[in-house]
């Protein structure tokens, strides 16, 4: 299947370009002052996946292939955006190319490091980024239903069902809303979804939040956690309990990175990085592994996910959209596979660990032979019969 890209975006000096280099390992220009990155970077990132290492070992593999994902580094994105403030036009040119949006949001506060507002507030961040995409999708919505008010005049019944959703999608903006609540609210009607697919809208793409923590610095999530054991430190301070609420208010995928710690820990080894991140006390947890962790979610975010061919010569990651059929799934490896398609022998790569060789494994019965509507799974290993 084509690249599918996540585009990194977020206020100027939030940590964008720094994570991105984390991400990456290519060198972009990352500079104390909006507008550091204008032209985007676009990298390609190996997606984290332990089962890979672990059916090449099996197979003796001479080659190992990991599935990937694009992420993109956007101009940093300022309040008026929408009407061509900073950078604007040239911001939401590039994101509307992306299938997925990754806001990264700045939560620690350094005085050496200005922020665009002078002060550090998440939930707003948020709303001013948010609010910019949403103008700039009235806009386009409001210039569609001028340009469907004839076809409307004259009855065509296509005209009539995309104005119903266009006015949907005005009043969801009108009030502050993303497009993809109506959709996550069942409120679009599937003879709308393909008019709103080809609206291209911004805020109907999947978001995910990126909490970018600073090692050393006051990170609100820290703050957060001493008053809640009355440690001190903290002040009462409620600004990361509010991100917090907004997040399960909207139903948001987050994660948190140190994306400075990130970007100095990117040539090193698995286990260098675990030792240096708990020496510097990036945190156990969830974001303990950081841009790993992130890679996964952004992963899930584009509703992706992984098969795997594995022999002597290669072992193969691949990457197919959740609810493929074999033939669908085939299309990865090269696209006369769906025509071509007879029949998939399939098991999942736990299974064939477990028995210890094809062979044992075809003994116990643990490879199915499943035809063209067949649903494939994380997971399963495939090898197709054409």
Not at 44 to 71: Q, Y
Not at 208 to 225: F, R, S, V
Request: aromatic share 6%; net charge negative; charged share 30%.
């Amino acid at each position: 299947m084509s690249s599918l890209s996540i585009g990194i975006v977020g206020l100027p000096n939030v940590g964008k370009s720094t994570l991105f280099n984390a991400l990456t390992r290519k060198s972009v220009l990352v500079a104390n002052y909006p507008f550091a990155t204008i032209d985007p970077s676009v990298g390609v990132v190996a997606v984290p996946d332990e089962r890979l290492g672990l059916l090449s070992t099996f197979s003796k593999s001479l080659k190992t292939v990991p599935a990937a994902v694009e992420f993109v580094d956007i101009a940093g994105l300022v309040k008026g955006a929408s009407a061509g403030e900073g950078l604007g036009n040239q911001f939401l040119t590039n994101i509307r190319e992306t299938d997925a949006i990754a806001e990264v949001v700045r939560i620690f506060e350094d005085d050496n490091i200005i922020h665009v507002d002078g002060k550090i507030d998440p939930v707003k961040d948020i709303e001013v980024i948010n609010l910019e995409l949403i103008l700039a999708d009235l806009a386009t919505v409001t210039k569609r239903l001028s340009n469907l008010a004839r076809d409307v005049k004259a009855g065509k019944k296509e005209a009539v069902a995309e104005t119903a959703l266009c006015q949907k999608l005005v009043a969801a903006f009108e009030a502050g809303k993303l497009a993809s609540t109506l959709v996550d609210a069942g409120k679009i009607e599937e003879l709308e979804k393909p008019f709103l697919h080809h609206l291209h809208l911004l805020t109907a793409k999947p978001f995910m939040y990126i909490l970018n923590k600073k090692a050393g610095g006051k990170n609100l999530d820290e703050m957060a956690k001493n008053d809640a054991v009355g440690a001190g430190g903290g002040n009462g301070d409620d600004r990361f309990k509010k991100l917090m609420d907004f997040f399960a208010t909207h139903n948001a995928k987050w994660v948190i990175v140190d994306a400075g710690i990130e970007q100095d820990l990117k040539d090193m080894t698995d286990a260098e990085k675990k030792e240096m991140r708990e020496g510097l006390g990036a945190g156990k947890g969830p974001e303990s592994d950081g841009i790993d962790n992130l890679i996964r979610k952004g992963y899930e975010l584009l509703n992706l996910i992984t098969y795997f061919t594995t022999g002597v010569d290669e072992t193969r990651a691949w990457t197919i959209r959740r609810g493929w059929t074999a033939p669908e799934a085939g299309t990865a490896i090269h696209g006369d596979f769906k025509e071509k398609f007879v029949r998939a022998e399939v098991i999942l790569w736990k299974d064939l660990l477990d028995a210890g060789s094809f062979a044992a494994a075809r003994e116990k019965g643990l490879v199915r032979t499943e035809g063209k509507e067949y649903i494939v799974r994380d997971g399963d290993c495939i090898e197709f019969k054409i």
